[in-house]
């Protein structure tokens, strides 16, 4: 495990915020203290003379994987051919660029994390990194959340490239990030990987890209979960879920992020989104039983299924023998933390749409829209499908129906226009 990244002073290097244009990640500086599952006993940093910068250039953030995107001569820029996600709208195009760990010899901190980019109007960037802490990965942070690497012996880097609405790409030169060793002692505690009961539905999309770039293939196996920040490198298998169903047992990697939200960490404490819901309880559960944010998602679509985890098609009709939609259990093999205490999981039954229409933030025809994968309940005489707005000019819906039985099926589409508010 190791790299070129090199060692530099950062004086060219502009941090996370002062990227030239608009839209870069904010960044804020944190000393972190304590890490999940570790208990640090005494943590003295180095004076202030150890601090350095360790830099990754744009050929080094191709030296793992990289999934639409390219090293010219001076930048990582997005290829003609990059892919589209759902995760990344309203952005027309995406590129994923990884760098090899990179060891530290010995534990450090995270203080601060620099970009080196132009943006072109319209174009954005994620800039993410993990640390490899008691020999296990953390999950991704972006700049604000950097606390979460303290203690790590190796960092890992992870750039995003977002093409503005005309297709124009970000130009990334290099990242940096500042860490200063520490020395610390640790109290390991008890590992153990929590379980808990989520209504799981089937992601299909067969032929379309997920968010690391993995194309989805017939009777795949994988899984999505509503946070990038446990979103594997393509191909990855760091961030692993255990699914047990009626007997059968599976795991299975997060290869996508969904479904509803792209930002909701229910199994961290604290969590990226959704602060004011408790640990365990993702936020489309919460809308879907107890009326969360009206009943809708946040990007103010309704929320139809109480959905908390999509399984792709070989893990769910293979693995585990799933038909309709249901509850199973779920762990996260790289969380550390004691199972939350067991629940009720009452039947569902699928919501219909408010007669106002389905919105982005409040807003019934203006922005991007998408339903999140569904099953219809076996019988179904109707099923309503969300619309899908692309932009001022107009909007369309894009769906896929498939008929996993082999029964022949006949059924008809209505088209109907949602009331303005």
Partial sequence: MGTNCSESSPQHLLPAHWVRSRGARGLVFILAVQIAGLVIVTAPTAGADETRFVRWTARELLQTTSVGVTAGATALVLTADAPASEVYA???AFGIGESSPLELASTHVVRDLRLDADLPPGSDTILELRGLVQGRWTEWSEAASVADLAGSSALQARVTLLAASDGRSPEVRGVAAEVTPVVQGYQTAATSAPTLKLWGTRIGLVGRPTANGHIVQERDRF?????????????????????????????????????????????????????????????????????????????GRFITVPTSIDLADGTYYDDLGLGNSDWIDVTFLWVNAPSPPARLTPAVVAKAPSPQGVGTLGAPSNGRERAASYNAPVPATRVFLPRLAQDAAGWTTSFTLQNTSTVHTAGAIDLSTPLER
């Fill in 90 to 92: 309203p952005h027309p």
């Fill in 223 to 299: 899984v999505a979960l509503p946070s990038k920040r446990a979103l594997n490198l393509l191909d990855g298998t760091d961030y692993m879920v255990q699914l047990s169903y009626h007997g059968r047992t599976t795991t299975a990697p997060v290869w996508d992020v969904g479904p509803w939200n792209f930002n909701d960490d229910y199994w961290n404490a604290p969590r990226e989104g959704f602060p004011d819901l408790p640990r365990w309880t993702s936020q489309s559960e919460a809308a879907f039983f107890l009326g969360h944010n009206n009943g809708r998602d946040g990007y």
